[in-house]
């Protein structure tokens, strides 16, 4: 019987990037996709690499985020050398557009939270923004630039890995779903996967909004590894005239330039269980998004419409790390920012495997979080 060293459940982005990074660290690697690799939210997604915050909540996601972010170019170099193939990376930038009334101090106040985190930005007059983008709208009241954002093309990107990964060794089998994890005492040895036993010296559950039930009758995933599907829906326009440069980003929605002119325009964010159907609720708020920032893409053509499912936590962080079973590693839970927590999600895994000190700190993201929750203080009123 074949045993590897690492069997990761899932080849979504992340499943594929660790694939690579401990091919490259000489370990057997085995990736175990239910379906055919990265066709999941890491096909969906929009593809912007930005650490800057959406929320408050989200906080203490940035300096995993800058950690990322630092990390790109090194990883699509190595990605490309690798396999060949374009992911599509630029280096263009974002700028996030404030239409309201007080949009000058909502830029003003989005600065100084980016810059507090350590997240580049400063505000820019809308006449610099209308020489870098002439097809910016007349909503926009105030923009900030954010100019070390960038972007890679999900879907180019994750041929890449994945074809980056199988050629330094690692295996890929599709349609080898997993339903279930071997233990042995207080140590994982293995998965049960399309009904045979595959066993590993560790493995790595990274099987996104899917990862609190792979194994249905084991309690300990949906406690350590609590995910949901949050649908994002999204939409990929051939402009007739306007044209974009950089990612053009207001509270309301996104707009991404692809390098063959494309622009992608996004999204929404549901709580609607597995289902991923497209609705016109969903394709209105994107479009009305998309012509208050370009109005000139009022005549382009629509050239498709999809949905994904992003891995949402209990709060908003990602699952990441060693837990209290031996062997047994958790990556998921990337929610919005999968594309972009790619090569600090790889490299922090090789880390944990091979026992190589890594200097970054991550243990707010740590599986043990929801098994120790940290009492809740008690409000005063
Ligand atoms: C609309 C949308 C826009 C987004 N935009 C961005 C963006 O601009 N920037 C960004 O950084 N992120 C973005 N994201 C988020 C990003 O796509 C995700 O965080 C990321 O793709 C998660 O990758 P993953 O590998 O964990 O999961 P997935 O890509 O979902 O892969 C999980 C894999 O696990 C497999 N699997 C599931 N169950 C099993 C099982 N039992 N056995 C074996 N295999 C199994 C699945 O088949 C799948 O291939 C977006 C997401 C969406 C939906």
Known sequence: MKSFDVAIIGGG?????????????????????????????????????????????????????????????????????????????????????????????????????????????????????????PALGPAARAAAWLCEEGTAEPRSLMSAVLAAAQSRGAEFRSDCGVTGLIREHDRCTGVIAAGGEIFAGHVVVAAGCFSHEIAPEDEWLARNAPTRPVRGQMMALRPDGASLRRVLRSDKGYLVPRRDGRIVAGSTSEEAGFQRRVTPAGMRKIFEAALELLPGLAGAEVLEIWSGLRPGTPDDLPILGPTDIDGLLIATGHYRNGILLAPVTAKLVREWITGARGGFDASAYSPLRFANPKPKTQSAH
């Not at 690799?37 to 969906?44: K, N």
């Not at 374009?86 to 101090?105: K, N, V």
């Open 13 to 133: 982005v992340i499943g594929a990037s660790i694939a690579f990074e401990l091919a490259g660290a000489k370990l057997r690697v085995a990736v175990l996709d239910r379906q055919q690799p990265g066709r999941e939210a890491s096909w969906a997604a929009a593809g912007m690499l930005s650490p800057a915050p959406d929320s408050a909540r989200d906080y203490p996601l940035a300096p995993l985020g800058l950690e990322s972010l630092k990390l790109y170019p090194e990883f699509v170099a190595a990605i490309e050398d690798g396999s060949g193939q374009s992911t599509g990376y630029a280096r263009e930038g974002t700028l996030e557009i404030f239409s309201t009334p007080s949009g000058e101090a909502d830029r003003d106040r989005r600065v100084a939270e980016c810059r507090r985190l350590g997240v580049a930005a400063e505000p820019v007059t809308l006449d610099t923004a209308r020489q870098w983008e």
